[in-house]
């Protein structure tokens, strides 16, 4: 789920899911591989320590020039402790999705299984999650939404809404992402209504460069910040992707 052209992108692979953009009926095959300072998603970090291996793989298929679906791998793999017993820093995540493109909007849908043996933020074990979104342009300015449900393990039957805006200055991208959320996500108390909250403000800017045609090299910073909580995050990115169209 990479694309490294913009630091929102390199977020959404940090965040453990693939956002296709409205072009991605274009794309039959990416591959990526992104090293995270920290694994922060949704308002708080999702993994121990410093030091994420994350690498992703999807293939997709243009069922006309508009639509696409495929599927996507993510792994994020963090340090182990030495006392560790079993993978307890990992996480793999499958999805399967669909995207529509017409002109500058583009919509898509999918179902993620996330497998977390950690258990954090989720259960041990799979959850599963449904999302939808859109993408539409406005002049260079990118804006997004999308919406993330619980389908099964999580008891909190938490829900998840992530606004989203990039700005391209050449190979600079600068972009802001925001996180409204509950169950979960949210600091209440247990027996406190169960309302949404703002979770999560991540201000984020990165540089490309691309290396032929086929793959694009980044670097990226971003600050995850969660008005719920108070807590703050600073983490770096490096990803390097390759994409392939037969």
């Known amino acids: 789920m990479l694309r490294v052209t913009a630091v929102l992108t390199a977020l959404a692979f940090s965040a453990g899911f693939f956002a296709p953009a409205p ?7 990416a591959l990526d591989f992104t090293y995270a300072s920290a694994y922060y998603w949704r308002g708080a970090p999702a993994g121990d ?10 293939i997709s298929y243009a069922a006309s020039p508009e639509l696409s ?3 996507n791998l993510w792994m994020s793999q963090g340090p182990e402790a030495s006392e560790a017993e079993d993978d307890s820093n990992s996480e ?8 529509y493109s017409a002109g500058e909007i583009g ?3 999918g179902v993620i299984d996330y497998v977390i043996p950690a258990g954090a933020p989720f259960a041990d074990g799979h959850v599963l999650e449904g999302h939808v979104g859109v993408d539409f342009a406005a ?4 804006l997004g939404v999308a919406a993330y449900l619980n389908l099964d393990g999580d008891d909190e039957d938490s829900m998840y809404i992530a606004p989203s805006l990039s700005y391209p200055l050449g190979n600079l991208s600068l972009g802001l992402s925001i996180g409204l959320g509950n169950g979960v ?4 108390e247990e027996g406190e209504e169960d309302a949404m909250a703002l979770v999560d403000l991540t201000p984020s800017v990165s540089y490309a460069v691309p290396l032929g045609d086929e793959m694009e090299a980044a670097v990226g910073l971003a600050i995850g910040y969660n008005p719920d909580t108070g807590a703050t995050l600073p983490f770096l990115t490096f990803g390097t992707g390759w994409s392939w169209s037969p």
Do not use: K, R
């Open 107 to 109: 919509v898509y849908a």
């Open 49 to 58: 320590g410093n030091g994420f291996l994350q690498p992703s793989a999807d």
């Open 185 to 188: 996500y949210s600091a209440e």
């Open 23 to 29: 072009n991605a009926a274009a794309q039959d095959v």
């Open 69 to 71: 679906v495929g599927l």
């Open 92 to 99: 793999i995540d499958y999805t399967v999705w669909a995207a």
């Open 139 to 142: 002049g260079d300015l990118g």
